[in-house]
């Protein structure tokens, strides 16, 4: 399976991203506030965000196209691997208002889309969920390329 940023389009379309972050920092900021508990808030969690897809940009600039996607951000569809099962589970990571969970779209600013962001492939992480917790592997991470998952910044 492929699991590169393929050609340009990929690149564009985190570039594209970055913009559309930058013009909405405030009302996306605030969605963060307002959707994560005060004991899970990350100090400058958008602007960790943005400096990490930077760097990726600037990996991906020096280094072959194949290379595979090693890291969760927006618009990306996530693999997890239940560990002590067979079991996997995608999940396209997006932007709130193209959330659509019974098809495996998940925000980036719900409590899942919040653990999986910037996470790395091969990565063991527990996903704490009401029910308790889901330790898994990150196992496959690709550009989704789903206009649910990335709404309007892919256009």
């Given at each position: 399976?492929?699991?590169?940023?393929?050609?340009?389009?990929?690149?564009?379309?985190?570039?594209?991203?970055?913009?559309?972050?930058?013009?909405?920092?405030?009302?996306?900021?605030?969605?963060?506030?307002?959707?994560?508990?005060?004991?899970?808030?990350?100090?400058?969690?958008?602007?960790?965000?943005?400096?990490?897809?930077?760097?990726?940009?600037?990996?991906?600039?020096?280094?072959?196209s194949d290379q595979p996607l090693r890291k969760v951000f927006i618009g990306t569809k996530v693999t997890l691997l239940f560990e002590g099962?067979?079991?996997?589970?995608?999940?396209?990571?997006?932007?709130?208002?193209?959330?659509?969970?019974?098809?495996?779209?998940?925000?980036?600013?719900?409590?899942?889309?919040?653990?999986?962001?910037?996470?790395?492939?091969?990565?063991?992480?527990?996903?704490?969920?009401?029910?308790?917790?889901?330790?898994?592997?990150?196992?496959?991470?690709?550009?989704?390329?789903?206009?649910?998952?990335?709404?309007?910044?892919?256009?």
């Amino acid at each position: 399976m492929n699991h590169s940023l393929e050609a340009p389009i990929e690149k564009e379309f985190l570039i594209k991203q970055l913009t559309f972050i930058d013009e909405n920092y405030q009302e996306l900021n605030s969605l963060y506030l307002s959707s994560t508990p005060l004991k899970e808030r990350i100090k400058d969690f958008l602007s960790i965000y943005v400096r990490e897809v930077e760097q990726y940009i600037t990996l991906y600039s020096r280094v072959s196209s194949d290379q595979p996607l090693r890291k969760v951000f927006i618009g990306t569809k996530v693999t997890l691997l239940f560990e002590g099962e067979n079991d996997r589970e995608d999940y396209h990571i997006c932007l709130p208002e193209h959330s659509d969970p019974d098809n495996g779209c998940i925000s980036f600013l719900s409590p899942v889309g919040r653990q999986l962001l910037l996470k790395n492939l091969g990565e063991q992480t527990s996903l704490i969920i009401p029910s308790g917790q889901l330790d898994v592997v990150i196992e496959n991470i690709s550009y989704s390329g789903r206009d649910k998952a990335t709404g309007s910044l892919s256009q």
